[in-house]
Nanobody
């Protein structure tokens, strides 16, 4: 059974940084692309960043490009999202997800497994 567990969320001031981590279990981690999505209150879940199974290909939403960095450690079955220069509009519940394919996607419906989500709040 695939399990994804996020950690590292919390409250931070505008301009600050947070690092989210997602620990995966129950599948051959390196064969799965990983993604991060977020959902603010009253809004749809939206793509943030993703990374291919080997880590060589990444994608970012325009709103986070240059501020966020996604990475993975296949030896430790973890994927991380380093978030710098945080803004109040980054406030949301952040979800880690996995896709049963090598290459990732921006499409929410292409991901097979999801974590429970973790709150990130950026105060102004």
């Amino acid at each position: 059974q695939v399990q994804l567990v996020e950690s590292g969320g919390g409250l931070v001031q505008t301009g600050g940084s947070l690092r989210l981590s997602c620990a995966a279990s129950g599948h051959t981690f390196g064969g799965y692309a990983m993604g991060w999505f977020r959902q603010a209150p009253g809004k749809e879940r939206q793509f943030v960043a993703s990374i291919s199974g080997g880590g060589g290909a990444t994608m970012y939403a325009d709103s986070v490009k240059g501020r966020f960095t996604v990475s993975r450690d296949n030896a430790k079955n973890t994927v991380s999202l380093q978030m710098n220069s945080l803004k109040p509009e980054d406030t949301a519940v952040y979800y880690c997800c996995s896709k049963r394919a090598y290459y990732s996607s921006r499409r929410l419906d292409e991901y097979d497994h999801w974590g429970q989500g973790i709150q990130v709040t950026v105060s102004s």
